[in-house]
């Protein structure tokens, strides 16, 4: 257990131009700071968080909206045997969609998103390191990055029966991308303490 100060800031700020177009933005950033009586662990994370929202009113029935947005995390940590290990992770996702009525009963929309995460393990040795913990740096580069990437794409169609209920449909499509290590590595699956194993498709 450690105790941990955190410091963080966030603006929000709403812009409407005219009355058909409606911007938000918001900004948000921080750090932690830990301390415990060890050298161990967790000693400070930082993070920081971008978004931009828009909607727009093509005509009274139809309109489209858009987002994209970045996000950053960095924690470091020390581990035992001499390792310094900082993990970064950047994530940016965007999205357009589309809303309107094709009656006075019937609503359709549709959306496209995608998503691109990648997260790094950078590794370093203190200098009290010991000579096997660099050799074993030195022979596998560290931990390899992981990659996550998704693409959707999204459709439905609303249909009012009455003033208590309606009836909706919704369609997806999806692809995702994802190499996370930690279930199969180089065609090898995960292998839990009883032998049985576990092997994640990358492709989705």
Same mark, same amino acid.
Request: aromatic content about 10%.
């Given at each position: ?24 933005? $918001? ?63 950047? $994530? ?26 990648? $997260? ?5 040795? @203190? ?66 303490? @009883? ?10």
């Amino acid at each position: 257990l450690a105790d941990r100060e955190r410091n963080k800031a966030r603006l929000i700020a709403d812009w409407a131009p005219t009355e058909t177009l409606a911007l938000q933005l $918001s900004l948000e950033g921080g750090q932690d700071r830990f301390s415990a009586p060890t050298s161990y662990g967790l000693q400070r994370t930082r993070m920081e968080q971008a978004s931009l929202d828009a909607s727009y009113a093509l005509t009274d029935n139809w309109s489209i909206t858009g987002n994209i947005s970045y996000a950053s995390q960095v924690l470091h940590q020390v581990r035992p045997a001499g390792y310094v290990l900082s993990f970064d992770n950047k $994530s940016t996702s965007v999205e357009l969609g589309a809303t309107g009525k094709l009656a006075s009963k019937i609503q359709v929309g549709a959306s496209m998103s995608f998503i691109d995460d990648k $997260s790094v393990y950078a590794q370093a040795l @203190d200098p009290l390191a010991g000579a096997d913990s660099a050799a074993l740096l030195a022979a596998t580069g560290g931990l390899p990055d992981i990659l996550y990437r998704q693409a959707a794409l999204k459709l439905f169609a609303k249909y009012t029966v009455d003033k208590q209920s309606s009836v909706r449909l919704d369609l997806l499509a999806q692809r995702t991308r994802f190499n996370d290590w930690t279930w199969g590595l180089d065609g090898q699956p995960f292998v839990y303490a @009883d032998g049985s194993t576990l092997w994640r498709n990358p492709i989705q």
